[in-house]
């Protein structure tokens, strides 16, 4: 069993639970690698053998088993750059506030790695949105990708913009807003839902549009197939507008057209059943919470 650790900011009150995730993997005679800058912040604190570290450019591929991520929601997000095409199951220890993504407590390590090894779970291919190739001059670089949604809004001003929107070629509207949002069901219950948009199942075929703020009665969320191809062109009174990929931000010029289309992989995320889709939509949203239950 091959398995990879990894978090953006670890606090000094989780390592405990690092280490006792390290202890059960040892137990489980798992080959360990570690994230570079993850691993140095747990020397700085703790005496810890030494393992192997792997970084965003190198050390990964797809002999992994699992990928671990020590965080909330935003280091799932980031995590996501660092397994990309390569096929790893990933699963959250939330160590952060919400954590829709990252399901499991950080009490839970133990049972975490224990229902692994027995294949006590179950595995969710999870749709990404993408740039088509070549966009941007590689503000990106080869990270065009997001698992929850891709943004357009506005930048330096409290004016609308107008975001011109073509699905498959054909047009199908000029949003007046702050932006439009193009999530997919993993990143419709995220920004997407603060701003109306429905709740998508993980295993819908599904984008959905959803302006931000629209001036405008009759602009409301459009679920789409996420086969289509979706094109759109900002306008308005500033010369540039922000284009974000999950929690990574450029600034692009108005008129520039953009290509948006499903990724061509897929992302696989460990479900195990007390951290269900649907589990958690109740104890995270408090979905149809009702006293009357």
């Known amino acids: 069993m091959k398995v990879a650790l990894f978090s953006?900011?670890?606090?000094?009150?989780?390592?405990?639970?690092?280490?006792?995730?390290?202890?059960?993997?040892?137990?489980?005679?798992?080959?360990?690698?570690?994230?570079?800058?993850?691993?140095?912040?747990?020397?700085?604190?703790?005496?810890?053998?030494?393992?192997?570290?792997?970084?965003?450019?190198?050390?990964?591929?797809?002999?992994?088993?699992?990928?671990?991520?020590?965080?909330?929601?935003?280091?799932?997000?980031?995590?996501?750059?660092?397994?990309?095409?390569?096929?790893?199951?990933?699963?959250?220890?939330?160590?952060?506030?919400?954590?829709?993504?990252?399901?499991?407590?950080?009490?839970?390590?133990?049972?975490?790695?224990?229902?692994?090894?027995?294949?006590?779970?179950?595995?969710?291919?999870?749709?990404?949105?993408?740039?088509?190739?070549?966009?941007?001059?590689?503000?990106?670089?080869?990270?065009?990708?997001?698992?929850?949604?891709?943004?357009?809004?506005?930048?330096?001003?409290?004016?609308?913009?107008?975001?011109?929107?073509?699905l498959d070629g054909e047009y199908l509207t000029s949003y007046w807003a702050d932006g439009l949002i193009i999530a997919t069901p993993t990143g419709s219950t995220g920004y997407s839902l603060s701003c109306g948009g429905p709740v998508i199942a993980p295993s819908a075929r599904s984008f959905v549009l959803t302006p931000i703020a629209p001036h405008n009665l009759n602009a409301r969320p459009l679920v789409i197939s996420d086969e289509t191809e979706i094109r759109i062109r900002v306008s308005g009174r500033e010369d540039n507008h922000l284009v974000s990929l999950d929690s990574r931000i450029v600034t692009v010029p108005n008129g520039q057209e953009l290509i948006i289309k499903k990724a061509d992989f897929t992302l696989p995320m460990l479900e195990y059943q007390s951290g269900s889709f649907f589990n958690t939509l109740r104890s995270k949203l408090l979905w149809g919470q009702d006293q009357r239950n």
Not at 42 to 59: H, N, Y
Not at 65 to 81: H, N, P, Q, W
Not at 122 to 131: E, F, H, M, P, T
């Open 8 to 166: 953006q900011l670890i606090q000094p009150e989780d390592i405990p639970w690092v280490m006792q995730m390290i202890e059960e993997l040892d137990l489980q005679k798992a080959d360990i690698h570690i994230d570079r800058d993850f691993y140095q912040q747990i020397q700085r604190e703790t005496a810890v053998r030494k393992l192997p570290t792997f970084t965003l450019d190198s050390g990964l591929d797809s002999s992994f088993d699992l990928f671990v991520s020590f965080g909330g929601d935003g280091t799932m997000l980031r995590a996501v750059t660092y397994v990309r095409e390569f096929g790893i199951p990933m699963v959250g220890v939330n160590t952060g506030r919400l954590g829709f993504l990252s399901t499991f407590k950080r009490e839970e390590v133990r049972e975490l790695v224990q229902g692994f090894k027995a294949g006590a779970y179950k595995v969710g291919n999870r749709s990404l949105v993408a740039l088509a190739p070549g966009q941007l001059d590689g503000a990106f670089g080869d990270l065009q990708f997001a698992l929850n949604e891709i943004t357009v809004s506005r930048k330096d001003t409290t004016s609308m913009i107008t975001v011109e929107t073509y």
